[in-house]
């Protein structure tokens, strides 16, 4: 395989749950040594947000490794280290100071007493980019409020846009918050490690799930900014875009997305309706969104008499964007999913296999790969202090004694 794009970056990953590990998951695909730094014992967390859990080889479930430990955190090493302990926030330094990116999402000034606080690090590795993730940033008002991607959500308006009309506010079914600022903290890394290599420069960036979320609010946001317009909730509905919706079908539930007058006029002629698409009040996008209740009021009577499949096919076939409204079960059963590698399935050497989603973008010449599944807590404690301090056997035994560190035991 050709060189990955991130060989030689390391990173030290003091971070847990997931927006931190969501980030370094993807530096770790793209190459980078990513070793993630866990209380020995308990670990990350997320191993204990199961059931489901992992089923080990006898057949029972496998705790500490939880459905929801695994998808963030493939590819990287496990190096079990007491940070509280003044030998392990040692230890830490060290390792800082060999680091090329230090992610942390410990509360504001949390990390200060530990002698790992941005400030601390840079003393000693000041081209090293620290990337610190919080609920709502270095600055501001709520700088001591501990950070949930839940309250995110509500307090960036996302949730006040989100539900049926007539309903309460809802978030959504997937931590949105955590997971942007987990992209967009890569994101942010990756520009600031250019900026590094070029002048030998580090910084620090102060990412929020707050800031994010805020961001993530794109056109909406928009909507209040340009026009004073404080948008609502609209079920399946879009705020500009008519008709853009769900609609019930002969067998269930489709979608029905059409994003310009054309594939209106073509979706008035699949359905023998050729002259909604030169009715006045149809004919253009605003004069839809205008008169939005009365025409998708007559899509849904002209779609309700036909099954979704057969629709979806018609709609393929003259250019209407639809499709169907999927289950979990129903995503993974796709053949979209083996067309495109969407699964990549590790093989634990005692023959438990490890489903994981893979990285979406599809590079030609440095793709994402797949060398390491999510590890064990303190797996490779003993091998990354060899690799990147070197420690003596003696030396890691002696802390090992001390309670500072803990290898896991094949």
């Not at 060989?7 to 030290?12: A, H, K, P």
């Not at 749950?17 to 998951?25: D, F």
């Amino acid at each position: 395989m050709s060189a990955r794009a991130l060989d030689g970056v390391r990173v030290l990953d003091l971070s847990r749950v997931l927006a931190g590990p969501w980030s370094t998951q993807i530096l770790a695909d793209f190459g980078a040594d990513v070793i993630k730094i866990e209380l020995p014992g308990a670990g990350d967390d997320t191993r204990a947000w199961g059931p489901p859990n992992l089923i080990g080889p006898d057949g029972a479930p496998e705790l500490g490794e939880s459905a929801y430990y695994l998808c963030a955190n493939r590819n990287k090493r496990s190096a079990a280290i007491n940070l509280a302990h003044p030998d392990g926030a040692a230890l830490i330094r060290d390792l800082a100071a060999r680091a090329d990116i230090i992610v942390e999402n410990f509360k504001v000034g949390g990390l200060e007493k530990y002698g790992l606080d941005y400030e601390s690090l840079k003393a000693i590795n000041p081209r090293a980019v620290y990337c610190s993730i919080t609920g709502f940033g270095q600055t501001g008002p709520y700088t001591k409020r501990g950070g949930y991607d839940f309250v995110a959500q509500g307090m960036g308006g996302f949730m006040s846009i989100t539900g049926e009309e007539d309903g309460g506010p809802l978030r959504a079914g997937v931590a949105m918050a955590d997971l942007s600022t987990g992209m967009y903290a890569t994101v942010s890394i990756l520009a600031a490690l250019r900026h590094a290599e070029r002048t030998g420069e580090g910084q620090q960036i102060d990412i929020s799930l707050l800031d994010t979320q805020i961001a993530m609010l794109a056109n909406q946001g928009s909507n209040w900014l340009v026009g004073g317009i404080v948008p609502g909730r609209l079920g399946n509905r879009h705020p500009t875009v008519v008709p853009y919706k769900t609609f019930e079908v002969a067998d269930g539930i489709m979608i029905i997305a059409v994003g310009n007058d054309r594939q209106f006029r073509a979706l008035c002629v699949e359905m023998d309706a050729a002259q909604l698409a030169d009715d006045p009040r149809f004919a253009t996008s605003r004069a839809r969104l205008i008169n939005r209740d009365a025409i998708e009021a007559i899509v849904q009577d002209l779609v309700r008499p036909h099954t979704r499949n057969s629709l979806i096919d018609r709609f393929e076939a003259c250019g209407v964007p639809s499709g169907p409204v999927n289950t979990i079960k129903d995503v993974f059963e796709d053949p979209f999913i083996e067309a495109r590698g969407t699964v990549h399935r590790f093989k634990r050497e005692d023959g438990v296999e490890i489903p994981t989603v893979a990285y979406p973008g599809k590079l030609s010449a440095t793709p994402a790969d797949y060398r390491r599944q999510p590890p064990r807590v303190g797996e490779h404690t003993n091998e990354i202090l060899r690799d990147w301090l070197p420690m003596t056997d003696e030396a890691l035994d002696a802390l090992s004694a001390g309670g500072v560190i803990a290898q896991r035991k094949a």
